[in-house]
C-alpha cells in the first residue's frame, strides 16, 4: 500500500516537472547559488516600488536566490529582517537603511557569522567602518546642488531680488532627507538673494507633503516663492493644496521635486512644476555584481554613484522618454 502511494506521489512531482519544464519559453539564467537577504525600506513612493521591482528583476536575471522583507518604513521590522537573515545563513545580506543611526549591535552579529553587508541607496552612521561593505547609491548631496543651481538660473532669468523658500524635507536622519538639505544650503548659502521660510520635515510621504503645504500656505501665503521638495511623492502632496488657493503651482511659486518618476515628470510636462533632479532607484544590477564578488571573496568598490539628471522648464520637456516607474 505505502509502496503504491510512494509511486503515486512521485509520478505527481514528476509530471509538474515536466509541464514546468514545457511551459517555460525563456532561457532560465544558470543558477549561481548565491542566496542574498535584502531589507527594504517600505513602500512610501513610487521611487521605493520601483527600486523594489528592480532589484526582484535584477536578481531573476542574475540567477541570484532573493529573500526579500519589507519593513513598513520601521527601523524595529529592518533589524528583525537582517537577523533571520543571519539565523538563515545568507551569503550576502543588502539593506537600505531608513535613518542613518542605531545599525551597530546587528551589523555586529552579522560581521561574526561572517557574512558581508551592503549598504543599498542609504548610508548609516558609525563609528566602525567594518561593518558593511560598501554602498550602492545616489550622490544626494550632489542632487541638492543641482535643484539649487536650477533655482539660482532661475532667479537670474526671472531677475528676481529676493527669493522666499519653503523647504519639505525627507525622512528626519536619513541620508537623503541630510544630503539633499546639505548640498542644497551650501549652494544657494553663495546667493544673498535666497531666503529659507521654513524646513518641514514631509518623511517623503504624499499626505505629509499635502499636510506640509497646507500649513505652509496658511503661515506664509503667497509670500512663498519657492517650494523645494525633497521627493516626488511630496511634491504630488503639495501641488493640490496649491491649486486650492489662487496660485499656480509653475508659475507663481517654482516647484522643485527630485527623483523624476513618471507622475511628476508628467506635472513638470504639464508645466505644474519647473525642475526635477532624477535619482534612479535602478540600483539591482550594480546590487547583483557586487553580492557576486563577495562571494568569490573579491574586493569591491567602496561607493558607487549611478550618474544622474535634471529635468526642467529649460529644456524640451515634451522630448522626455518613459520613465518606467
Ligand atoms: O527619493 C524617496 C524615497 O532614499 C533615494 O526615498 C531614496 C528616497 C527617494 O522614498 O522617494
Redesign the pocket.
Known amino acids: 500500500m505505502l509502496k503504491n502511494k510512494v509511486i503515486r506521489y512521485l509520478t505527481v512531482i514528476l509530471t509538474l516537472f515536466v509541464i514546468a519544464g514545457c511551459g517555460s519559453t525563456e532561457e532560465e539564467p544558470a543558477d549561481t547559488g548565491l542566496l542574498l537577504g535584502f531589507s527594504q525600506?517600505g513602500s512610501?513612493?513610487?521611487?521605493?516600488i520601483g527600486?523594489t521591482r528592480d532589484i526582484e528583476n535584477s536578481a531573476d536575471n542574475y540567477g541570484i536566490s532573493l529573500m526579500l522583507e519589507n519593513a513598513n518604513q520601521s527601523q524595529e521590522n529592518q533589524i528583525a529582517a537582517i537577523r533571520r537573515f543571519i539565523a538563515y545563513k545568507v551569503d550576502v545580506i543588502a539593506f537600505?537603511p531608513i535613518v542613518e543611526d542605531g545599525w551597530d549591535n546587528v551589523l555586529m552579529e552579522a560581521k561574526e557569522a561572517g557574512i558581508p553587508v551592503i549598504l543599498v541607496?542609504?548610508d548609516i552612521e558609525t563609528t566602525r567602518d567594518d561593518l558593511t561593505t560598501c554602498l550602492i547609491?545616489?550622490d544626494?548631496y550632489n542632487e541638492g546642488v543641482m535643484a539649487a543651481e536650477y533655482l539660482i538660473r532661475k532667479a537670474d532669468e526671472l531677475g528676481l531680488e529676493h527669493v522666499n523658500i519653503v523647504e519639505i524635507t525627507?525622512?528626519e536622519n536619513?541620508?537623503?532627507m541630510r544630503q539633499r538639505q546639505a548640498g542644497f544650503a551650501d549652494t544657494i548659502a553663495e546667493d544673498e538673494r535666497m531666503c529659507i521660510l521654513e524646513r518641514i520635515d514631509g518623511d517623503?510621504l504624499k499626505s505629509r507633503g499635502a499636510e506640509c503645504m497646507r500649513y505652509l500656505l496658511e503661515t506664509y501665503g503667497d509670500d512663498i516663492d519657492v517650494v523645494f521638495s525633497?521627493?516626488?511623492?511630496m511634491t504630488l502632496g503639495a501641488l493640490p493644496e496649491i491649486e486650492k488657493t489662487d496660485l499656480v503651482p509653475g508659475q507663481d511659486i517654482i516647484i522643485i521635486s527630485?527623483?523624476g518618476g513618471q507622475e511628476a515628470i508628467d506635472a513638470l510636462k504639464a508645466g505644474r512644476i519647473n525642475c526635477v533632479v532624477e535619482?534612479t532607484?535602478n540600483l539591482g544590477n550594480e546590487l547583483m555584481e557586487t553580492a557576486l564578488s563577495l562571494k568569490n571573496g573579491e574586493e569591491v568598490e567602496a561607493v558607487i554613484h549611478p550618474v544622474e539628471r535634471i529635468f526642467s522648464d529649460e529644456q524640451d520637456v515634451s522630448a522626455i522618454g518613459p520613465r518606467g516607474y
Not at 44 to 48: G, I, L, P
Not at 230 to 233: A, F, I, S
Open positions: 525600506i512610501e513612493s513610487a521611487w521605493r527600486n537600505s541607496d542609504r547609491g545616489a544626494f525627507g525622512t536619513s541620508t537623503p517623503f525633497h521627493n516626488d511623492e527630485i527623483d535619482c532607484p
